[in-house]
Structure formats: structure tokens, C-alpha cells
């Protein structure tokens, strides 16, 4: 309901903007933020976060332009990226299970660490500025700006990931024991759940959509720079938060994130196509997640003051 209110309010206020070329084609701007903030939803969903999967976007975008420029292959480059940043989630992963430090602390740390190794890399290849790696091959490039059956590449990614992803968090094993950790993580490892695992590959999984993020806006701008996705943070969150997922854990959906992530980027969108900067747009995005975290409390609040009560009721009755 939410993402039609914001197409009419758009389309009365910009003309233009209800065309639906347009609409695909804006696809190609947020669809980083739908790729990572799908892997995303396993993190929260346990009772983590990971704030460094900016910084993993810039040093999968930077790994891929270095390797190539080396002389590799772009496909086992970016295979190559897309293992670092999965052991770059694995690294989150590690601290987060088997140290009491909340995940936010860690992962503010390695999205500094990461940001550090990206700078350093591209320092050491002279990708320095905004001019970054580039002269790409026209089939890497086509990655993001192609177009597959009358519609842009990016849709056919995000259709695609959110099938995968959404089948192993809601019809496998290893799904429900994802919310599990996040219900109750002492229940569940006396049920006997390897907790420590679940919450490692849900750190892994965030770093590979991180590196597929990456990749797609190297792609996109055919430009890989360390920089890349530095202000990815704000908005992968604000979609998980927004498309349902408890910020306290679990709770949440695949395919709430997703909407979420083309409610997020449909408002960027618009609000640009109105005139305003995306420095400007990117408060909008702050409000929003404020609102959506402030009412999700307020609602748990609600439903923790109802059920006393019914329950009291229900004993003076017997």
C-alpha cells in the first residue's frame, strides 16, 4: 500500500515519473540496495547487524578492477571478489559468535578495516580519485545495463535472488533455525542448533551479497572504485527495517525486504526527480528508518500490554 501512495504522490508531483520505462529502468540505480539488503535479513533476523557491508561493496568493486587490470580473466575475477567478501563476512561472523562484543562494535571496526584494505588496494594500482578502474569489456558492463526479455538485467537479478534466498530462509532447516537464533539463541542451542554456525553464515551470507553488490555497481558505472557503496549503510537497513524485520530479531521476510528496497529506492528516485540533492534525500531515508523502528516498538509494546491483561481476565473467569 505504501509503495502505490508513493507512486501516486510522485506521479501527481512530477510528471513523468508514472512511466513505466522509466520506472524499469530506475531499477538499474537502487538494485544494489535490494542485493545486499536481502542477505541482509538473516543478519537481523538472528539479532545482529552488519554496518560494514559498504565498505565490503567498495573492496569487491576495487578487488575485480585490480585483478583485471592484473591480467585476469573479468569472470574469475569477479569469482575472486565474490570469495573475499565472503570471508570478509566470515571475519564479522567469527568475533560476532565466539566474543561477547555487540555485532555493531565489530562490524563498525572491520567496515573501517575493510574501507582501509579497499584504499590501500587501489592505492597500489594508482585507482586513485573518482576516475577509479575502468574500460571494462562490454559483457561485464552489460551485467547491469542489459537487457533480458524486455526488461533490465537487474529486475532478473533481484527476481532471481530473492527465489534463492527466500527459499533457504522460509522452506529449509536451516532457515528455521535462523529465527530461532534470533528468538531465543540460549533455547536454541540447548535444542541443539549449532548457533555459533547459523550466526557465522548469516555474516558470510551479508558479505556475499555485499561483493554481489559490489559487482553489479562496478557494472553499472563501469568504473571500479573503493569507494563504491560507501553510502550503501543507510539504505540496505533502512529496507530490511522497513520491509518487517524485527530489529530485535527474529522476525522477517524476504520478500518484505524487497518491496521494501524498491519502496527505498522509488523514493530516492522521485524525490530527485523533484529537485532535491541526494544529500537532501538521504534524510528523508533516515526518517524513515526512525519511524519504522519507533513504530515496530511501540507495536511490540502494544501487543506485550495486551496479553497480561487477557490473561488476568482469563483467571479471574476460571
Same mark, same amino acid.
Given at each position: 500500500?505504501?509503495?502505490?501512495?508513493?507512486?501516486?504522490?510522485?506521479?501527481?508531483?512530477?510528471?513523468?515519473?508514472?512511466?513505466?520505462?522509466? +520506472?524499469?529502468?530506475?531499477?538499474?540505480?537502487?538494485?544494489?540496495?535490494?542485493?545486499?539488503?536481502?542477505?541482509?535479513?538473516?543478519?537481523?533476523?538472528?539479532?545482529?547487524?552488519?554496518?560494514?557491508?559498504?565498505?565490503?561493496?567498495?573492496?569487491?568493486?576495487?578487488?575485480?578492477?585490480?585483478?583485471?587490470?592484473?591480467?585476469?580473466?573479468?569472470?574469475?575475477?569477479?569469482?575472486?571478489?565474490?570469495?573475499?567478501?565472503?570471508?570478509?563476512?566470515?571475519?564479522?561472523?567469527?568475533?560476532?559468535?565466539?566474543?561477547?562484543?555487540?555485532?555493531?562494535?565489530?562490524?563498525?571496526?572491520?567496515?573501517?578495516?575493510?574501507?582501509?584494505?579497499?584504499?590501500?588496494?587501489?592505492?597500489?594500482?594508482?585507482?586513485?580519485?573518482?576516475?577509479?578502474?575502468?574500460?571494462?569489456?562490454?559483457?561485464?558492463?552489460?551485467?547491469?545495463?542489459?537487457?533480458? +526479455?524486455?526488461?533490465?538485467?537487474?529486475?532478473? +537479478?533481484?527476481?532471481?535472488?530473492?527465489?534463492?534466498?527466500?527459499?533457504?530462509?522460509?522452506?529449509?532447516?536451516?532457515?528455521?533455525?535462523?529465527?530461532?537464533?534470533?528468538?531465543?539463541?540460549?533455547?536454541?542451542?540447548?535444542?541443539?542448533?549449532?548457533?555459533?554456525?547459523?550466526?557465522?553464515?548469516?555474516?558470510?551470507?551479508?558479505?556475499?551479497?555485499?561483493?554481489?553488490?559490489?559487482?553489479?555497481?562496478?557494472?553499472?558505472?563501469?568504473?571500479? /572504485?573503493?569507494?563504491?557503496?560507501?553510502?550503501?549503510?543507510?539504505?540496505?537497513?533502512?529496507? &530490511?527495517?522497513?520491509?518487517?524485520?524485527?530489529?530485535?530479531?527474529? /522476525?522477517?521476510?524476504?520478500?518484505?525486504?524487497?518491496?521494501?528496497?524498491?519502496?527505498?529506492?522509488?523514493?530516492?528516485?522521485? +524525490?530527485?526527480?523533484?529537485?532535491?540533492?541526494?544529500?537532501?534525500?538521504?534524510?528523508? &531515508?533516515?526518517?524513515?528508518?526512525?519511524?519504522?523502528? &519507533?513504530?515496530? /516498538?511501540?507495536?511490540?509494546? /502494544?501487543?506485550?500490554?495486551?496479553?497480561?491483561?487477557?490473561?488476568?481476565?482469563?483467571?479471574?473467569?476460571?
Amino acid at each position: 500500500m505504501f509503495l502505490v501512495g508513493e507512486l501516486i504522490f510522485f506521479g501527481l508531483l512530477t510528471p513523468g515519473f508514472l512511466n513505466v520505462q522509466n +520506472l524499469l529502468f530506475s531499477m538499474n540505480d537502487f538494485a544494489y540496495i535490494g542485493l545486499a539488503a536481502i542477505p541482509m535479513t538473516f543478519v537481523i533476523i538472528t539479532g545482529g547487524i552488519d554496518v560494514s557491508v559498504g565498505s565490503t561493496m567498495g573492496l569487491s568493486s576495487i578487488t575485480v578492477g585490480v585483478l583485471w587490470m592484473g591480467g585476469l580473466n573479468i569472470w574469475l575475477a569477479l569469482v575472486v571478489a565474490l570469495i573475499v567478501c565472503t570471508l570478509a563476512g566470515l571475519l564479522n561472523g567469527l568475533i560476532v559468535a565466539f566474543t561477547d562484543v555487540q555485532p555493531l562494535v565489530v562490524t563498525l571496526g572491520t567496515m573501517f578495516l575493510f574501507a582501509g584494505i579497499a584504499l590501500v588496494i587501489s592505492g597500489g594500482s594508482s585507482a586513485t580519485g573518482f576516475e577509479g578502474i575502468s574500460g571494462f569489456p562490454n559483457s561485464f558492463v552489460q551485467i547491469a545495463n542489459g537487457i533480458t +526479455l524486455g526488461l533490465p538485467n537487474s529486475i532478473w +537479478l533481484i527476481l532471481f535472488i530473492l527465489i534463492v534466498f527466500g527459499a533457504l530462509l522460509h522452506f529449509t532447516k536451516y532457515g528455521r533455525n535462523v529465527y530461532l537464533v534470533g528468538i531465543n539463541s540460549k533455547a536454541a542451542k540447548y535444542s541443539g542448533i549449532a548457533t555459533r554456525w547459523i550466526v557465522m553464515s548469516t555474516y558470510m551470507l551479508a558479505g556475499l551479497g555485499g561483493g554481489i553488490s559490489g559487482i553489479i555497481l562496478t557494472s553499472y558505472f563501469s568504473s571500479a /572504485r573503493s569507494d563504491l557503496g560507501a553510502q550503501a549503510i543507510l539504505p540496505v537497513i533502512t529496507a &530490511v527495517v522497513l520491509g518487517g524485520t524485527s530489529i530485535l530479531g527474529g /522476525r522477517g521476510t524476504v520478500l518484505g525486504t524487497v518491496i521494501a528496497s524498491i519502496v527505498v529506492g522509488m523514493m530516492n528516485y522521485g +524525490l530527485q526527480l523533484s529537485g532535491m540533492s541526494s544529500e537532501q534525500t538521504t534524510i528523508i &531515508v533516515g526518517v524513515m528508518l526512525i519511524v519504522a523502528v &519507533v513504530m515496530r /516498538r511501540f507495536n511490540i509494546n /502494544r501487543v506485550k500490554k495486551w496479553f497480561p491483561k487477557n490473561q488476568s481476565s482469563t483467571t479471574k473467569a476460571t
